[in-house]
């Protein structure tokens, strides 16, 4: 089983151009309660980001434009996923390590937090990752 779960959203577009709306608590749509909101964009060529775990977070990371490449590790194996449609979300569950690379010049990747930010939630080190999963 894949370990990337998808959230595909609907567009709304029309002849002016696209929408999407995110809401929660419908089927298909973020499966929890979104405590927090933030973007990254701006990411210098050449520059990787991630490298760590959560403990308890959970995420929706929506790339709104431009591309970027995610490696998911559960402890057990690695999956390579772009990042590319600003209809498509990408699931990320907890304990499950993240690195973010490639990213286009343009790229926004907006991200759906179910937590205020701590950092005692972070796991940085990827033996310690481990030990905890396996
Ligand atoms: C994740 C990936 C996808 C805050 O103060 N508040 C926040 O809500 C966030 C997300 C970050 N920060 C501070 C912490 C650092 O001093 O902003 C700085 C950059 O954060 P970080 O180095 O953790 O960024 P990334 O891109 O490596 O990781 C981020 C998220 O932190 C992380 O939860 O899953 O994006």
Known sequence: MSLAK????????????????????QEKAV???IRRVYYIYRTEPGISRGFHAHKALRQVAIPVAGRC???LDDGFRQED???????RGLLI???MWREMH???????L???ASEHYD????IRDYEQFLAGVR
């Open 6 to 25: 998808w959230i595909d959203f609907q567009s709304l577009g029309d002849e002016r151009g696209s929408l999407v709306a995110v809401e929660i608590g």
């Open 31 to 33: 499966p929890f309660a």
């Open 69 to 71: 490449r995610m490696v």
């Open 81 to 87: 996923v772009w990042l590319d449609n600003p209809t």
């Open 93 to 95: 569950d907890s304990m």
């Open 102 to 108: 490639d990213f286009s010049k343009d790229c926004v």
């Open 110 to 112: 907006l991200v759906l």
């Open 119 to 122: 950092e005692g939630d972070y």
